[in-house]
């Protein structure tokens, strides 16, 4: 096998340049089955995330309509909603599919959506709104945070790769 050697400050990395057919794709060997709490987190993440999108076609359907937008650009917000349901919606996506880079999304999303329902239900008084969705954002981190959810997020991905060789990074 050719060896290149390259350097950067004192650090020497050695890596192979011949390609080998017989590893697994990256994308398989990200795959593992997700348990059940997972998927049943997916869910409530993907259906967070459709929300996202379907706020985000109200505001431009409004927009587009002539709605007033002096105070609130809708086609603002419509991008916004696109942009952050849209990358919700993957992270259940990935959840459902056994992708382990969607927890981490999912979680992120949940917690930024705490303090937003906080403030509806106590700052606006606006108690039917902020309580149900804080509560589909506490379950959701009770499930990603479960023991088999952690579990399956310990698991090692790359089992299937070749380790025949050491790192030498």
Do not use: C, M
Not at 15 to 41: D, F, G, I
Not at 142 to 147: E, I, K, N, R, Y
Request: hydrophobic share 55%; net charge positive.
């Amino acid at each position: 096998a050719a060896v290149v050697e390259v350097a950067f400050g004192l650090t020497i990395s050695t890596a192979r340049t011949r390609h080998e057919p017989n590893r697994t794709s990256r994308l398989e060997a990200v795959t593992v089955p997700a348990p059940t709490t997972v998927r049943q987190a997916a869910v409530l993440v993907a259906a967070e995330g459709a929300v996202g999108v379907v706020a985000a076609l109200v505001f431009v359907v409004r927009g587009l309509s002539g709605a007033d937008q002096h105070v609130v650009s809708g086609f603002g917000n419509a991008a916004w909603f696109a942009l952050i349901g849209g990358a919700v919606l993957a992270a259940g996506w990935a959840l459902w599919t056994g992708r382990k880079w969607g927890r981490g999304l999912a979680v992120f999303a949940q917690l930024l959506l705490l303090p937003v329902t906080w403030y509806a239900a106590v700052g606006s008084q606006q108690w039917f709104y902020g309580i149900p969705v804080a509560i589909v954002a506490l379950i959701t981190l009770v499930l990603l945070f479960s023991p088999s959810a952690l579990q399956w997020l310990a698991q090692d991905s790359s089992a299937s790769a070749d380790k025949a060789e050491p790192d030498t990074r």
